[in-house]
Nanobody, 126 residues
């Protein structure tokens, strides 16, 4: 069973950047779609971005398109989320997960993922 570990969060001013990392332990990520999600206090966990195992396809939520970039390093068994032009609305706990079932749109659904880590907190001050 795979266990994912998120890191790289922190406190940043509006307009700043952060890079989050998602490291897998136990199994390789190379054959899976990996997704990033976030959850703000009092809100449901929401889709942010996903990447296929070959990096051929990348998917983004409309709210982060053009500001966030997802990538993966197969050799390091790590998926990254580069976040730029951050705003206070991006403040949340960020999680990565492994997609279990692929069908149209499944990459957007929290319930289709497993391997969630403990998350990494991103706080953007105004």
């Amino acid at each position: 069973q795979v266990q994912l570990v998120e890191s790289g969060g922190g406190l940043v001013q509006a307009g700043g950047s952060l890079r989050l990392s998602c490291l897998a332990s136990g199994r390789t990520l190379s054959n899976y779609v990996i997704g990033w999600f976030r959850q703000a206090p009092g809100k449901e966990r929401e889709f942010v971005a996903a990447i296929t195992w070959s990096s051929e396809y990348k998917y983004y939520a409309d709210s982060v398109k053009g500001r966030f970039t997802i990538s993966r390093d197969v050799a390091k068994n790590t998926v990254y989320l580069q976040m730029s032009s951050l705003s206070p609305e991006d403040t949340a706990e960020y999680y990565c997960g492994r997609l279990l079932r692929w069908y149209e749109g499944s990459y957007r659904l929290t319930q289709e993922y497993d391997g969630w880590g403990q998350g990494t907190q991103v706080t953007v001050s105004s």
